[in-house]
């Protein structure tokens, strides 16, 4: 490293530089479990004293690697040994919630769940939800523009911040902590950093917007006979429920049946021999009216003969029993191990035909291969998961090329919502135009012009 260990302790105190095996025995990849490997890593308690570090390391061209909660997939917080590693984990405080206004003020380095339980201790609700809540922090969440079970009722993170602080990589602190709807002056700035992976800033804090609470929930898991009649459910459920539409997740047979009769981690509350399976939410405020809009849903789903069976939960316990079998993320790594994940965007008209080709090209190539589909039909959001017996670096390129290649001429994207890191950096001209990249190459030399935020990830 180019930065001295005393001129950091000098800023943060001692006890917050970390080096040696302190470092090493940290892991900075969950899937992989790959250790870190930066020189150093340090720990500012605030704004201010990262605004100090990073003033020292632009006048030494020192690069730094910005860590959160460490639940990304696509090696976003990967490291070198001469790079510095910025923790944010001291960086916790919710500050202030506002509950006329519904806002609240927290720093980038708290986990997903507190800022739910804190919004929900005040009556109200922060709506972005995914699986990794209790582990990912809301720094991450912005840095990444983070989506979750709930985009088809509230949107992207891009939606939930107001307003947020971040510090560029000559030390300056860009602080736009709007708390309004509308601020129509001049640039947006907020919406660089949003999504842009620690290359451009690191976000330090955030004004968050809440919701008014839904306390009530109706859980269903339906089967669907076809993808043209889950396509058709989509837009009836969206009908018919209006805005109580939650959440609409769509599990293939492969990942219903892996997760349930193949490994056997949970027990399946309908039959496993569907095409298809959705995970579908109510959510509102008063139960009589909420339930008997649900069931109404549902029962003319049946007379239309769009799903075949259906379970709907009774209890807060059998409703999680029904997302366990969406989010055990752990059950579908090892069962599928060793796995490679991707996560993509297409149209959804489009989303039957892609499968069955990867499918059969992947079967092709490797005929003990195995292909898991599951998502966010609703946002054209799929997440696949594919076991070919490796995950060398040959094998993943060619599997990339299978998985990737074809979202060129449908429009599609290599990521719906986990970002480009450095696993999909070559990827990125597939669903980004020359211009584009250009451009944000243009923005990179001109916030960060030596290079020292997330070197290597998104752009080259």
């Known amino acids: 490293m180019l930065i001295s260990l005393e001129t950091l302790r000098n800023i943060v105190g001692a006890a917050h530089v970390i080096t040696g095996d302190d470092v090493t025995n940290r892991q900075e990849d969950w899937m992989t479990g790959a250790l870190c490997h930066a020189g150093a890593i340090v720990r500012p308690a605030d704004t201010d004293q990262l605004a100090a570090v990073m003033r020292a390391c632009f006048e030494l061209k020192q690069p730094v690697v910005t860590h959160g909660g460490l639940t990304g997939l696509v090696h976003g917080a990967e490291t070198t040994p001469d790079e510095l590693v910025i923790s944010l984990e001291r960086m916790t405080a919710i500050e202030e919630i506002d509950r006329v206004g519904g806002t609240l003020t927290v720093q980038a380095g708290a986990p997903l769940q507190r800022v739910q339980e804190a919004a929900s201790e005040a009556g109200l609700q922060f709506p972005l939800d995914l699986g990794a809540r209790g582990s990912c922090t809301i720094g991450g969440n912005i840095a990444t523009n983070a989506g979750g079970v709930r985009v088809i009722r509230y949107g992207m993170m891009r939606q939930q911040v107001l307003g947020l602080e971040a510090v560029m990589a000559d030390g300056r602190v860009v602080s736009s902590m709007n708390r309004m709807l509308k601020n129509n002056a001049g640039f947006d700035l907020k919406q660089l950093f949003i999504g842009s992976e620690g290359t451009l800033g690191i976000v330090t804090r955030a004004v968050l917007r809440l919701q008014p609470p839904m306390p009530i929930e109706q859980t269903a898991l339906v089967a669907c006979p076809s993808f043209d009649a889950l396509t058709e459910l989509l837009g009836h459920m969206g009908k018919t429920l209006g805005g109580s539409l939650g959440a609409f997740e769509v599990m293939w047979q492969n990942h219903y049946r892996l997760l349930t009769e193949t490994t056997g981690r949970h027990t399946p509350p309908i039959s496993t021999d569907h095409p298809f399976y959705v995970i579908i939410e109510g959510l509102g405020s008063d139960e009589a009216r909420l339930e008997a809009q649900f069931s109404e849903a549902l029962e003319q789903a049946l007379e239309r003969e769009l799903i075949v069976d259906a379970v709907i939960a009774q209890s807060a316990t059998q409703r999680a ?26 149209p959804i008209i489009d989303m039957q035909r892609y499968t069955d080709t990867l499918e059969a090209q992947l079967l092709q190539r490797w005929p003990d291969g195995r292909l898991v589909v599951f998502g966010h039909l609703g946002d054209g959001n799929l997440h696949i998961s594919i076991s070919v017996g490796s995950h060398d670096p040959d094998v993943r390129r060619a599997v990339e090329a299978l998985v990737y290649e074809p979202l060129q001429a449908l429009g599609g994207s290599v990521s719906a919502e986990h970002g480009i890191g450095i696993e999909k950096r070559a990827w990125l001209s597939t669903c980004r135009t020359s211009a584009e990249i250009d451009l944000m190459q243009t923005l990179k030399q001109a916030l960060d012009p030596h290079c020292l935020l997330n070197r290597g990830k998104v752009l080259t």
Do not use: M, N
Not at 321 to 337: C, S
């Open 321 to 346: 029993g029904l997302w366990a079998i969406r989010e055990d993320i752990e059950g579908l790594v090892k069962g599928l191990a060793p796995v490679l994940t991707f996560d993509v965007s297409l």
